[in-house]
């Protein structure tokens, strides 16, 4: 594609991401100096049509950026009044006391909130104050300087044809140029991922965790509903197989989200992530909660969970990452919005400085600095242990040492075991199924769980049939000849949206890839044990579109 002409318009920042770190940066931007030209790319078809999280919102982040967000009428609308903490067993749950927890998980002062929604205030603002922001295009493609240095994207590919070819319907898009290019692209973002391995970024650096994230949102019976109420659990139906655990909370209008995260470094290919969290849901507390309701909209989305030690290094020549492209998921505070934020704010600050001393196209040390070492670095590194035990010591092992781990942390600034290492990645932790039982999964209710393909229809994901397909395979051979054969070709489980099949075809298995059907989540790219398929991305505005997720 790169031997097209394209037309090419110049800003001072390039933003690829209208998420909470892309929208920040490009607030404080134009806070510092309204002339500054400031352009903000979305691929989803709107401002928050791709954003999907828990989400228990700390304000510090917004606090920070826009102290007055509550008179400008943030969407911060349910504030936390209760904080609850279950283990569960398979047919009754065990509460955890909030006492021996340390201050840092205590929701007081957070906001149940849609990011999305969020996400739309915050463009608002943004736009009001001079922004340009163009959801539904696309970033294919950096754009390269003569000394290798970022110099900006392409965006706004369409019509291209089934095989990747131009057609005669086709648009070619354009270049965007920026002296500082900031990719906020979200988990496992296809730019950032080409920008950590082109310039070696995760060098010195721990391997980055992940879990997938899976989410309903639920209107219930209101004399069930308890506003504010935010409720975690850990334990059954997952047990040894995997780590993770389940969020619910009770936002306003009788509704509630109900989520379940399993982490992406399980050893068994027979695991089947979107059937556990269906399974969850037939937990008596919950079925007693959801019965009577009804499911209004779905999604999923990987999460960053490597923490601390997993953050590559965040600038590079022209350009940095931000928010979760660079990994600020506090793990045992399932939070990272508002380091998003602070994220963009601190980028912003580091490219207004260089702008102003009349530099360009270089890396922003000041930002990465900022990060390590502020509020950033402190919250992150606080809980730095917290996954790592998890691994390597399951969930018991991991809730008393954590916690010990956490308490000294906050109190005398130190732990007892350093830092702790991750080891592998979570497609290296992936073990043959022959080591492993086949787990029996129960069939879908209709009324409380419900199967993929249907689940998928509520999170309104469409994509254009005739481009060509965004999941690439290196080997188009591997899927049959490598994964099936020695994993039993995970990828039909860890999709939770459906997007690959095995199918008999003449006698034969065959590997199918229902592109359509993909939600963005990402979990291919990171979970596939062969790191045959590469995720990229599909044209603009294709893909989920999520209400208030």
């Not at 973002?189 to 010195?204: F, R």
């Not at 139906?237 to 399993?262: C, D, K, M, R, T």
């Not at 069939?443 to 998928?456: A, Y």
């Not at 860890?494 to 065959?510: F, L, Q, R, S, T």
């Amino acid at each position: 594609m790169s031997e097209i002409e394209r037309e090419s318009m110049e800003y001072d920042v390039v933003i690829v991401g209208a998420g909470p770190a892309g929208l920040s940066a490009a607030i404080r931007l134009k806070q510092l100096d309204a002339d500054l030209s400031v352009v903000v790319l979305e691929k989803g078809s709107e401002v928050g049509a791709h954003i999907l999280s828990g989400a228990v919102l700390d304000p510090c982040g917004l606090d920070a950026l826009i102290p007055d967000w509550k008179e400008k009428g943030a969407p911060l609308n349910t504030a936390v009044k209760e904080d609850n903490f279950y283990v569960l067993g398979p047919a009754g749950q065990l509460r955890v006391p909030n006492f021996p927890m340390p201050p840092l998980m205590n929701n007081h002062g957070n906001y149940i909130v849609s990011m999305g929604n969020v996400c739309r205030w915050m463009a608002e603002q943004a736009e009001e104050m001079g922004v340009e922001i163009f959801p539904g295009m696309a970033c294919s493609e950096l754009v390269y300087g003569d000394n290798g240095e970022v110099k900006g994207v392409v965006a706004g590919v369409f019509g291209l044809e089934a095989d990747g070819s131009i057609g005669e319907n086709t648009e070619p898009g354009m270049e965007l140029h920026g002296k500082y290019v900031f990719l906020s692209e979200g988990v496992r973002g296809s730019l950032a991922k080409e920008v950590i391995a082109k310039y070696d970024l995760s060098h010195g650096h721990e391997p980055q965790k992940f879990g997938i994230g899976m989410k309903e949102i639920w209107e219930i019976d209101p004399a069930k509903h308890r506003e504010g109420t935010v409720t975690h659990t850990m334990g059954w139906p997952l047990g040894s197989n995997a780590g993770g655990g389940s969020f619910i909370y009770h936002l306003e209008n009788n509704q509630v989200y109900v989520g379940f995260v399993v982490h992406l470094n399980y050893k068994n290919p027979h695991l089947f992530p979107y059937m556990e969290f269906q399974r969850f849901k037939h937990h008596p507390m919950v079925a007693d909660l959801l019965e009577g309701g009804k499911r209004i909209a779905y999604g999923a989305r990987a999460i960053s969970e490597g923490g601390y030690q997993s953050m590559p290094k965040m600038v590079f020549p022209g350009g940095a990452l931000l928010g979760c492209s660079v990994g600020m998921v506090n793990v045992p505070r399932i939070k990272g919005n508002h380091n998003a934020m602070l994220s963009g704010k601190a980028a912003a600050e580091a490219a207004y400085e260089a702008i102003s001393a009349g530099r360009s196209s270089d890396e922003l040390t000041s930002y990465e600095t900022e990060v390590r070492t502020g509020a950033i670095g402190k919250d992150l590194k606080r809980v730095r242990n917290v996954k790592p035990m998890w691994s390597k010591w399951g969930l018991t092992a991991s809730l008393v040492f954590g916690g010990l781990d956490m308490w000294t942390n906050n109190l005398f600034g130190f732990s007892f075991f350093g830092t702790l290492k991750h080891g592998k990645t979570d497609a290296e932790a992936t073990e043959e199924a022959s080591k492993h039982k086949v787990i029996e999964y129960p069939r879908p209710d209709g009324k409380i769980s419900f199967d993929r393909l249907t689940n998928v229809s509520f999170s309104m994901t469409n994509h254009e049939e005739s481009q060509p397909a965004h999941l690439h395979l290196k080997d188009a051979s591997v899927p049959i000849s490598v994964n099936l054969a020695k994993y039993a070709e995970p990828a039909q489980r860890y999709c939770p949206a459906g997007v690959y099949e095995v199918v008999e075809k003449d006698g034969k298995p065959e590997f199918v890839i229902n592109f359509q059907n993909c939600v963005h989540c990402k979990t291919c790219d990171i979970k596939d044990p062969s790191q045959n398929i590469t995720w990229v991305t599909p044209q603009g505005g294709d893909g989920p579109n999520y209400p208030n997720m």
